[in-house]
């Protein structure tokens, strides 16, 4: 598949401009955190840092690199994409942004009830999740899919619910942290519960939900997102569809998709749940009181 994939050319494979665009966030993190910083501010730590320039390697990998252009061709790609994009990459970022950036970007006028509300952990769990098994219905999924600017709009939506989402579980501020550690668990499966269905109708169909992958005019309007169109125009007439570059079958595709979005998201939610535990139960021990001293006691 790798040389077939070389015929839509270097701007489609690496999106230099998406490389860019993420070179500049990380260059805005160092500044900001680094030269730019005020004074009584603390540096990130070596966690912190870790953690953020580690969210801006996976953004590119999954919005930057051949996986998304491959997320065009096979909706197996797709899931993979999405469930590191919305369940791994803003944990990332959340523990990567020192507390006194996030006071002073909630400092801004009008922007701190609106977050308040956001990320109160019911509406957050029912947003982005609702959201996200919208979004792939397959009428949504196709309108999508066929306008550059409806797709980035509605991907970019949910991401930031995906952020409202993961905050309740890794609050950035104390004053933030509603919830405590067993109810973060609770929220965590609750999580999981309702994404189930999505996955489900996906892994149990019978036939081809998307035109984005069986139609070949559909499916060419969707490459047009993340292929020049001269390019694009010079390949049509030997272009049919996803069967160019995969012999997968399209329904077997979708189910490999759907169930790969289930595992990824089992993996990383119960990764969430055993740090959620573990911090929980080193936090009580610390707390209890030690046992006095045998010398002590028998005087």
């Not at 409806?150 to 930031?160: D, E, K, N, P, Y």
């Not at 189930?196 to 559909?218: H, K, N, R, V, W």
Request: net charge negative; with cysteine; charged share 10%.
């Amino acid at each position: 598949m790798w040389l077939e994939l070389q015929i839509f050319g270097f701007r489609a494979l690496w999106s230099p401009y998406y490389f860019l665009f993420v070179l500049i966030l990380s260059a805005l993190y160092f500044y900001i955190t680094g030269p730019g910083r005020k004074k009584g501010t603390e540096h990130p730590s070596a966690f912190q840092q870790v953690m953020f320039y580690s969210g801006m390697l996976l953004l590119y990998l999954v919005k930057g690199s051949p996986v998304d252009l491959l997320g065009h061709i096979m909706f197996t790609a797709h899931m993979t994409q999405m469930a590191l994009y919305y369940l791994l990459f803003p944990i990332l970022v959340i523990k990567g942004i020192p507390t006194w950036i996030w006071e002073q970007v909630l400092e801004a006028k009008g922007l701190r009830p609106l977050f308040n509300l956001l990320t109160k952990p019911l509406i957050s769990l029912l947003l982005f999740n609702g959201l996200f098994s919208i979004y792939h219905m397959p009428a949504i999924f196709d309108f999508a899919k066929s306008s550059d600017l409806a797709h980035t709009i509605i991907t970019t939506v949910i991401l930031f619910t995906a952020f409202f989402m993961w905050i309740s579980v890794f609050p950035p501020l104390e004053k933030m942290d509603r919830l405590s550690p067993i109810m973060k668990i609770g929220f965590i499966f609750a999580n999981g519960v309702l994404i189930t269905p999505a996955c489900g109708l996906i892994i149990f169909a019978g036939s081809p939900l998307y035109e984005t992958y069986s139609e070949s005019g559909a499916w060419m309007q969707a490459m047009s997102l993340c292929v020049p169109a001269n390019v694009l125009n010079d390949l049509a007439s030997s272009l049919s569809g996803p069967s160019y570059f995969t012999p997968m079958p399209l329904v077997e595709d979708q189910q490999l998709g759907g169930i790969i979005m289930k595992i990824t998201q089992e993996i990383i939610f119960g990764a969430v749940i055993a740090y959620v535990f573990f911090s929980w139960f080193n936090r009580e021990r610390d707390t209890i009181d030690p046992l006095p001293d045998q010398a002590t006691s028998e005087t």
